[in-house]
Protein backbone atom coordinates (compact mmCIF):
# COMPACT_ATOMS: atom_id res chain seq x y z
CA UNK A 1 0.00 0.00 0.00
CA UNK A 2 0.93 3.18 -0.70
CA UNK A 3 -0.13 6.58 0.54
CA UNK A 4 0.00 9.83 -0.68
CA UNK A 5 2.36 12.23 0.33
CA UNK A 6 0.91 14.99 3.37
CA UNK A 7 0.88 18.52 1.38
CA UNK A 8 3.35 20.77 3.32
CA UNK A 9 4.28 23.55 0.30
CA UNK A 10 7.01 23.06 -2.10
CA UNK A 11 7.53 19.31 -1.74
CA UNK A 12 8.91 19.14 1.63
CA UNK A 13 7.99 16.23 3.63
CA UNK A 14 6.53 16.33 7.15
CA UNK A 15 7.26 14.15 9.72
CA UNK A 16 7.64 13.52 13.43
CA UNK A 17 10.31 12.23 15.94
CA UNK A 18 8.33 8.92 17.64
CA UNK A 19 8.55 6.80 20.49
CA UNK A 20 9.27 3.07 19.51
CA UNK A 21 7.51 1.41 22.58
CA UNK A 22 5.29 -0.16 20.32
CA UNK A 23 8.52 -1.13 17.76
CA UNK A 24 9.97 0.12 14.67
CA UNK A 25 7.12 -1.22 12.15
CA UNK A 26 4.91 -0.12 14.35
CA UNK A 27 6.22 3.58 14.45
CA UNK A 28 6.26 3.87 10.27
CA UNK A 29 2.58 3.06 10.42
CA UNK A 30 1.71 5.01 12.81
CA UNK A 31 3.53 8.23 11.43
CA UNK A 32 1.58 7.51 7.83
CA UNK A 33 -1.48 6.31 10.15
CA UNK A 34 -1.71 10.39 11.27
CA UNK A 35 -0.85 11.79 7.75
CA UNK A 36 3.27 12.42 8.43
CA UNK A 37 5.47 11.06 5.74
CA UNK A 38 8.97 11.16 7.27
CA UNK A 39 10.47 9.51 10.94
CA UNK A 40 13.07 10.27 13.12
CA UNK A 41 13.73 7.77 15.63
CA UNK A 42 16.43 6.57 18.37
CA UNK A 43 18.30 4.02 17.67
CA UNK A 44 18.88 3.16 21.54
CA UNK A 45 18.56 4.50 24.24
CA UNK A 46 19.44 8.42 24.18
CA UNK A 47 20.60 8.89 27.83
CA UNK A 48 22.82 5.81 27.44
CA UNK A 49 26.63 5.74 26.97
CA UNK A 50 25.93 2.18 25.87
CA UNK A 51 24.99 0.82 22.43
CA UNK A 52 23.25 -2.28 21.99
CA UNK A 53 25.43 -5.48 20.06
CA UNK A 54 22.92 -6.49 17.82
CA UNK A 55 20.49 -4.63 15.26
CA UNK A 56 17.05 -5.08 16.63
CA UNK A 57 15.00 -7.91 15.28
CA UNK A 58 12.66 -5.85 13.38
CA UNK A 59 15.05 -3.78 11.58
CA UNK A 60 14.65 -5.42 8.09
CA UNK A 61 11.06 -5.40 8.74
CA UNK A 62 10.83 -1.92 9.72
CA UNK A 63 13.09 -1.08 6.23
CA UNK A 64 10.23 -2.93 4.27
CA UNK A 65 7.52 -1.10 5.78
CA UNK A 66 8.97 2.06 5.10
CA UNK A 67 9.61 1.77 1.21
CA UNK A 68 5.67 0.18 1.64
CA UNK A 69 4.34 3.46 3.36
CA UNK A 70 6.39 5.49 1.43
CA UNK A 71 7.90 6.81 4.28
CA UNK A 72 11.06 8.76 4.34
CA UNK A 73 13.80 10.12 4.94
CA UNK A 74 14.64 8.42 8.28
CA UNK A 75 16.64 10.51 10.91
CA UNK A 76 18.66 9.22 13.32
CA UNK A 77 19.04 11.72 16.56
CA UNK A 78 22.03 10.71 18.41
CA UNK A 79 22.11 10.33 22.19
CA UNK A 80 21.90 13.49 24.15
CA UNK A 81 25.45 12.74 26.14
CA UNK A 82 27.63 13.66 22.70
CA UNK A 83 29.62 16.91 23.15
CA UNK A 84 32.16 17.13 20.85
CA UNK A 85 32.83 20.69 21.71
CA UNK A 86 34.19 19.98 24.98
CA UNK A 87 37.72 19.44 26.75
CA UNK A 88 36.98 16.50 28.56
CA UNK A 89 39.14 13.84 27.10
CA UNK A 90 37.12 11.02 28.08
CA UNK A 91 33.73 12.40 26.84
CA UNK A 92 35.48 13.44 24.32
CA UNK A 93 36.43 10.07 23.44
CA UNK A 94 33.22 8.35 24.24
CA UNK A 95 31.20 11.17 21.96
CA UNK A 96 33.28 9.87 19.28
CA UNK A 97 32.77 6.13 19.68
CA UNK A 98 29.03 7.45 20.01
CA UNK A 99 29.17 9.16 16.72
CA UNK A 100 30.88 5.88 15.00
CA UNK A 101 28.33 3.84 16.55
CA UNK A 102 25.09 5.82 14.87
CA UNK A 103 27.33 6.54 11.61
CA UNK A 104 27.53 2.63 11.45
CA UNK A 105 24.16 1.76 12.35
CA UNK A 106 22.33 4.26 10.39
CA UNK A 107 22.24 2.53 7.29
CA UNK A 108 20.61 -0.13 8.48
CA UNK A 109 17.55 2.13 9.63
CA UNK A 110 17.99 3.38 6.19
CA UNK A 111 18.47 6.60 8.19
CA UNK A 112 19.52 9.58 5.55
CA UNK A 113 20.43 11.49 8.37
CA UNK A 114 22.15 11.37 11.71
CA UNK A 115 21.41 14.43 14.03
CA UNK A 116 23.52 15.56 16.32
CA UNK A 117 23.99 18.24 19.10
CA UNK A 118 26.76 20.63 18.53
CA UNK A 119 27.45 20.95 22.07
CA UNK A 120 28.90 22.60 24.88
CA UNK A 121 32.59 24.46 24.98
CA UNK A 122 32.23 23.70 28.87
CA UNK A 123 33.96 27.28 29.51
CA UNK A 124 37.29 26.44 26.89
CA UNK A 125 36.03 29.17 24.75
CA UNK A 126 34.16 29.27 21.46
CA UNK A 127 36.74 28.86 19.29
CA UNK A 128 38.21 26.39 21.04
CA UNK A 129 34.60 24.30 21.03
CA UNK A 130 34.07 24.84 17.63
CA UNK A 131 37.52 23.49 16.15
CA UNK A 132 37.25 20.13 18.73
CA UNK A 133 33.96 19.54 17.29
CA UNK A 134 35.21 19.61 13.44
CA UNK A 135 38.28 17.84 14.76
CA UNK A 136 35.74 14.72 16.12
CA UNK A 137 33.61 14.66 13.18
CA UNK A 138 37.21 14.61 11.18
CA UNK A 139 37.85 11.53 13.53
CA UNK A 140 34.42 10.01 13.08
CA UNK A 141 34.78 10.30 9.25
CA UNK A 142 38.10 8.96 9.05
CA UNK A 143 36.70 5.77 10.59
CA UNK A 144 33.35 5.55 9.14
CA UNK A 145 33.92 5.89 4.99
CA UNK A 146 31.55 7.90 2.63
CA UNK A 147 30.09 6.64 -0.24
CA UNK A 148 26.11 6.33 -1.18
CA UNK A 149 24.31 5.14 1.47
CA UNK A 150 26.89 7.01 4.17
CA UNK A 151 24.29 9.88 6.56
CA UNK A 152 24.94 12.72 6.42
CA UNK A 153 25.73 14.06 10.31
CA UNK A 154 23.49 16.96 10.80
CA UNK A 155 24.22 19.33 13.50
CA UNK A 156 21.76 21.41 15.15
CA UNK A 157 21.64 24.36 16.52
CA UNK A 158 21.19 25.10 19.93
CA UNK A 159 19.20 27.55 22.56
CA UNK A 160 22.38 28.63 24.07
CA UNK A 161 22.28 27.70 27.69
CA UNK A 162 25.64 27.01 29.28
CA UNK A 163 28.15 27.09 27.27
CA UNK A 164 26.44 25.95 24.14
CA UNK A 165 27.98 26.62 20.82
CA UNK A 166 25.65 26.36 17.58
CA UNK A 167 23.77 28.80 18.43
CA UNK A 168 23.60 31.48 15.98
CA UNK A 169 24.35 31.35 12.09
CA UNK A 170 27.67 32.40 12.32
CA UNK A 171 28.46 29.53 14.60
CA UNK A 172 27.04 26.80 12.07
CA UNK A 173 28.82 29.29 9.47
CA UNK A 174 32.28 28.96 11.42
CA UNK A 175 31.67 25.27 11.59
CA UNK A 176 31.77 24.64 8.12
CA UNK A 177 34.80 26.72 7.63
CA UNK A 178 36.81 24.99 10.64
CA UNK A 179 35.85 21.28 8.76
CA UNK A 180 37.27 23.01 5.70
CA UNK A 181 40.41 23.76 6.92
CA UNK A 182 41.43 20.75 8.27
CA UNK A 183 40.47 18.88 5.29
CA UNK A 184 37.05 17.72 6.56
CA UNK A 185 34.91 16.19 4.04
CA UNK A 186 31.98 18.70 4.43
CA UNK A 187 29.93 17.05 2.15
CA UNK A 188 28.88 14.91 4.66
CA UNK A 189 28.03 17.77 6.74
CA UNK A 190 24.82 19.39 7.16
CA UNK A 191 22.45 21.49 9.67
CA UNK A 192 19.08 21.33 11.20
CA UNK A 193 17.21 24.18 12.51
CA UNK A 194 15.40 23.60 15.47
CA UNK A 195 12.58 26.41 15.29
CA UNK A 196 12.18 26.20 19.57
CA UNK A 197 15.83 26.45 20.24
CA UNK A 198 16.00 29.53 17.37
CA UNK A 199 13.54 31.10 19.74
CA UNK A 200 15.33 29.86 23.28
CA UNK A 201 18.12 31.66 21.83
CA UNK A 202 16.37 34.84 20.43
CA UNK A 203 15.76 35.28 16.97
CA UNK A 204 12.76 36.94 16.28
CA UNK A 205 10.47 34.25 14.15
CA UNK A 206 7.46 35.08 15.65
CA UNK A 207 6.61 37.00 12.67
CA UNK A 208 7.17 36.77 9.40
CA UNK A 209 9.79 39.67 9.00
CA UNK A 210 11.75 38.12 11.55
CA UNK A 211 11.83 34.57 9.94
CA UNK A 212 12.40 36.67 6.74
CA UNK A 213 15.82 38.29 8.24
CA UNK A 214 16.99 34.72 10.08
CA UNK A 215 16.78 32.75 6.54
CA UNK A 216 18.07 35.39 4.54
CA UNK A 217 21.14 34.78 7.20
CA UNK A 218 20.90 31.97 6.55
CA UNK A 219 21.13 31.73 3.02
CA UNK A 220 23.83 34.00 2.83
CA UNK A 221 26.40 32.33 5.69
CA UNK A 222 25.42 28.96 5.16
CA UNK A 223 23.69 28.44 1.82
CA UNK A 224 20.25 26.75 1.74
CA UNK A 225 21.76 23.86 0.49
CA UNK A 226 23.51 22.99 3.86
CA UNK A 227 20.08 22.80 5.89
CA UNK A 228 19.19 19.58 5.68
CA UNK A 229 16.54 19.00 8.44
CA UNK A 230 14.40 21.05 10.22
CA UNK A 231 12.82 20.58 13.84
CA UNK A 232 9.70 22.05 13.65
CA UNK A 233 8.17 22.77 17.28
CA UNK A 234 6.56 25.94 19.00
CA UNK A 235 8.15 27.06 22.76
CA UNK A 236 7.35 27.32 26.49
CA UNK A 237 10.41 29.41 26.68
CA UNK A 238 10.51 32.84 26.72
CA UNK A 239 12.60 34.21 23.17
CA UNK A 240 15.73 34.79 23.97
CA UNK A 241 15.78 33.10 27.45
CA UNK A 242 18.04 30.29 26.38
CA UNK A 243 15.88 27.59 27.16
CA UNK A 244 14.64 24.68 25.07
CA UNK A 245 11.33 23.62 26.41
CA UNK A 246 9.10 22.52 23.16
CA UNK A 247 5.85 23.12 23.16
CA UNK A 248 2.62 22.18 20.64
CA UNK A 249 2.51 24.01 17.47
CA UNK A 250 0.11 27.16 17.95
CA UNK A 251 0.11 27.14 21.79
CA UNK A 252 3.38 28.73 22.55
CA UNK A 253 5.12 31.63 21.98
CA UNK A 254 6.31 31.35 18.99
CA UNK A 255 2.97 31.51 17.73
CA UNK A 256 1.35 30.79 13.81
CA UNK A 257 2.71 33.93 12.15
CA UNK A 258 6.10 32.83 12.58
CA UNK A 259 5.73 29.03 12.09
CA UNK A 260 3.24 29.87 8.90
CA UNK A 261 5.90 31.73 7.43
CA UNK A 262 9.00 28.95 8.11
CA UNK A 263 6.94 26.66 6.89
CA UNK A 264 6.12 28.43 3.24
CA UNK A 265 9.95 30.02 3.52
CA UNK A 266 11.38 28.99 0.10
CA UNK A 267 14.61 29.03 1.76
CA UNK A 268 13.52 25.99 3.20
CA UNK A 269 11.95 24.20 0.17
CA UNK A 270 12.09 20.63 0.43
CA UNK A 271 13.97 20.35 3.48
CA UNK A 272 12.11 17.24 5.57
CA UNK A 273 10.11 18.89 9.00
CA UNK A 274 10.37 16.60 11.78
CA UNK A 275 7.88 17.81 14.24
CA UNK A 276 8.80 16.84 18.24
CA UNK A 277 6.22 18.36 20.24
CA UNK A 278 5.26 16.91 23.82
CA UNK A 279 2.81 13.79 24.49
CA UNK A 280 3.69 11.80 20.72
CA UNK A 281 2.75 8.93 22.53
CA UNK A 282 -0.47 10.54 24.07
CA UNK A 283 -2.15 10.91 20.28
CA UNK A 284 -0.48 14.39 20.07
CA UNK A 285 1.35 13.06 17.09
CA UNK A 286 -1.92 13.13 15.30
CA UNK A 287 -2.60 16.48 16.26
CA UNK A 288 0.40 18.20 15.63
CA UNK A 289 0.65 16.43 11.85
CA UNK A 290 -2.71 18.02 11.14
CA UNK A 291 -1.89 21.45 12.35
CA UNK A 292 1.73 21.95 11.00
CA UNK A 293 -0.62 21.38 7.71
CA UNK A 294 -3.24 23.96 8.68
CA UNK A 295 -0.85 26.54 9.54
CA UNK A 296 1.48 25.56 6.04
CA UNK A 297 -1.75 26.24 4.58
CA UNK A 298 -2.64 29.65 6.32
CA UNK A 299 -5.59 28.73 8.41
CA UNK A 300 -6.27 28.46 11.52
CA UNK A 301 -5.27 25.63 13.78
CA UNK A 302 -7.13 23.13 15.69
CA UNK A 303 -7.31 24.07 19.24
CA UNK A 304 -4.69 22.13 21.70
CA UNK A 305 -6.81 20.46 24.70
CA UNK A 306 -6.55 21.80 28.10
CA UNK A 307 -5.16 18.44 29.48
CA UNK A 308 -2.29 18.81 26.52
CA UNK A 309 -0.65 21.81 27.67
CA UNK A 310 -0.68 20.81 31.71
CA UNK A 311 0.96 17.21 30.07
CA UNK A 312 5.12 18.17 29.50
CA UNK A 313 5.45 14.77 27.40
CA UNK A 314 6.63 11.65 28.24
CA UNK A 315 9.25 12.58 25.78
CA UNK A 316 10.40 9.69 23.32
CA UNK A 317 12.68 7.62 25.70
CA UNK A 318 12.75 4.56 24.01
CA UNK A 319 14.51 2.17 22.51
CA UNK A 320 13.29 0.39 19.47
CA UNK A 321 12.58 -3.08 20.47
ZN1 LIG B 1 17.92 17.51 19.14
ZN1 LIG C 1 15.43 19.46 17.93
Do not use: K
Not at 251 to 263: M, T, V
Not at 269 to 276: F, I, N, Q, S, W
Amino acid sequence: MTDARPTLPDGRVLGAHLPLANGLVAAVDRIADVGGGALQIFTDNPTSWRRRSEPPAEQAAFRARLAERDVGPVAVHAPYLVNLAGPEEELYRRSVELLVSELVVAPGFAARFVNIHVGSHRGAGRETGIRRLAEGIGLAFGRVPGGPDAPLVVLENSAGGGFAVGTTVEDLADIVDACAEIGVDTDRIGFCLDTAHLWGYGYAIGDGEGVDDLLARVDSLLGRGRIAMVHLNDSRADRGSRHDRHAHLGAGRIGIGGLHRFLTHPVLAGVPHYLETPGMDEGYDALNVRNALLIAAGLAPEPVPAEALRSRGSASLTAPG
